[in-house]
């Protein structure tokens, strides 16, 4: 068993509990011989072996239907593999107790293409969202809220409302929610998917100083112009099967 639970003390038991999974391995993904067959026995992930690293920035490209989406959902917990092995930052999902499921999704931002903010709720609001669930107090949400709306450059927008903002900027409080709790991954779900390009490439800006930062982010993409202009690893699927991983990959082989 690779149970690794180490305990660190940071700031108290919340804080504890909260670095419990991601304090070891620089190893964060790793899915081994991993399939995924839906109850409609649609195989969208076909025995992949995929390993990410601490620091990485991995882009994860390839046709619609290829299977991308069904990796990405597997790396944050939304979906389970039907075969293989999967383990985040050392720890086997498969010895997880069910109780401990929230903790490590704790660990891992998660940015989607449809922002899924809420509407009633302000920019603050949507962010301090997570914080209030854990009973956090009133002035260190505040003070979180603000230093996340500083990365992505939006504390003037702290009172707006989502329908108040254009697209890039929902998508960058998206983004600030995704890092409230300093997780050491980011997985994006085509973050540019609803952007025309000049806001996408803010929002890779963003990206790109998480990284620097030192998050690992996994964004899965169809913007051509965006993989080969700035190289990153690249993960290629086809037909649930990894076909490409490079390091400063293309987008797609020159024909
Ligand atoms: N919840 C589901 N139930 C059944 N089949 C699914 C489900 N989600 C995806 N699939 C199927 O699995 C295959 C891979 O889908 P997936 O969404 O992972 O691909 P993708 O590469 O992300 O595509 P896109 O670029 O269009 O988002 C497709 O054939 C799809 O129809």
Redesign the pocket.
């Known amino acids: 068993m690779r149970v690794t639970l180490k305990i660190v003390t940071i700031q108290g038991m919340r804080e504890r509990k909260m670095h419990v999974f991601f304090e070891g391995s620089d190893r964060l993904i790793e899915m081994r011989d991993v399939t995924k067959t839906?109850g409609?026995g649609?195989t969208?992930v076909n025995n992949i072996n995929v390993f990410i690293d601490k620091g990485e920035f991995v882009y994860v490209v390839?046709p619609?239907?290829?299977?991308?989406?069904?990796f990405i959902k597997m790396t944050y917990l939304e979906e389970r593999p039907t075969a293989g092995k999967i383990y985040m930052n050392g720890t086997d999902l498969d010895e997880l107790k069910r109780k401990h499921i929230p903790l490590l999704r704790r660990n891992i931002g998660v940015v989607f293409q449809d922002f899924k903010l809420l509407p009633k709720l302000s920019v603050f609001e949507n962010i301090a969202f997570a914080l209030e669930v854990l009973e956090e107090p009133r002035h260190v949400i505040k003070k979180r809220v603000f230093e996340v709306l500083d990365l992505v450059r939006l504390k003037n927008k702290a009172r707006f409302y989502p329908q108040e903002l254009s697209g890039g900027e929902q998508q960058r409080v998206s983004i600030a929610r995704a890092m409230i709790n300093h997780p050491p991954i980011l997985i994006a779900d085509e973050p540019t998917g609803n952007l025309d390009p000049q806001t996408s490439w803010g929002i890779m800006d963003v990206l790109q100083e998480i990284n620097a930062r030192g998050t690992t982010v996994v964004m899965?993409t169809?913007n051509k112009e965006i993989v080969n202009v700035s190289p990153k690893r690249v993960i290629a699927?086809e037909g649930g099967r990894v076909t490409r991983d490079e390091q400063r990959g293309r987008y797609a082989y020159e024909k």
């Open positions: 839906y409609n649609i969208a390839g619609s239907g290829a299977g991308k989406s069904t899965a169809h699927f």
